[in-house]
């Protein structure tokens, strides 16, 4: 099994829908969770950090469950400009960020 | 423009060539990632320095391959006698400590993609 897996997608979606994607994690003390997003040949920006309890901004919502060993993010209200690779990122220790394990990305295409 | 800076932004050599890489990390930042990334795939971790020391690297860091920090501020990234698998994107990243208040968030330069002929 592989530490992080998320569905490579491409999932493709109109413009104003909602789509949720899910990445899965192996090593169940894995401490903190991140969703990056990359554009085609441009470096991975940081979405959000996955809390405990969830946390919201703006049309991306991001949630952890401990107990299934996934996060996910909800993008609403989907815009053209959301276009992207969208990579799940753990960090299997606290205080080290050595060694992030990535995933291989979800590929999102917002159509008009 | 305060982020992380890379230079080059793309790279052709030849095979057999050295090529040598610069990253300039975030000021305040301690922390220093070097990445590798191929098309479809996600990050690979190659070496990571704290201030000036390299504290860690990966088995993908061949012998060809080596980084420096020499005053804790910038970074380079040297490969020797380069091959057509080198040819890749490759990523720098930079953090600062953990705090209570914050994790340690890794924000990336623009890379510089390697094309090895």
């Known amino acids: 099994r592989k530490e992080v897996e998320q569905d490579p997608g491409p999932f493709n979606v109109p413009e104003g829908a909602t789509v949720a994607f899910n990445c899965t994690y192996s090593n169940s003390a894995s401490q903190s969770f991140f969703w990056y997003r990359q554009d085609c040949r441009k470096e991975p920006k940081l979405l959000m950090s996955v809390y405990s309890s969830g946390n919201e901004d703006g049309r991306f919502t991001a949630q952890l469950n401990r107990a299934s060993q996934y996060i996910s993010l909800l993008i609403r209200d989907s815009k053209l400009s959301d276009s992207a690779t969208y990579l799940c990122?753990?960090?299997?220790?606290?205080?080290?960020?050595?060694?992030?394990?990535w995933g291989l990305g979800t590929s999102l295409a917002v159509n008009p | 423009d305060t982020g992380v800076s890379q230079d080059p932004r793309h790279k052709i050599t030849k095979r057999g060539q050295n090529v040598t890489f610069r990253c300039d990390p975030i000021?305040?930042?301690?922390?220093l990632y070097w990445y590798r990334q191929t098309l479809g795939q996600g990050p690979e971790f190659l070496t990571y320095?704290?201030?000036?020391?390299?504290?860690?690297k990966s088995r993908l860091l061949s012998d060809r391959f080596s980084a420096e920090r020499p005053k804790g501020s910038f970074s380079t990234l040297e490969i020797q006698r380069t091959e057509q698998g080198d040819s890749a994107m490759y990523l720098c990243a930079s953090s600062s400590r953990p705090t209570l208040q914050s994790t340690d968030t890794q924000y990336f330069g623009p890379g510089t993609r390697l094309t090895v002929l």
């Open positions: 990122v753990v960090n299997p220790k606290a205080g080290n960020n050595r060694k992030l394990i």
């Open positions: 320095f704290q201030n000036e020391a390299q504290l860690e």
């Open positions: 000021s305040e930042h301690n922390r």
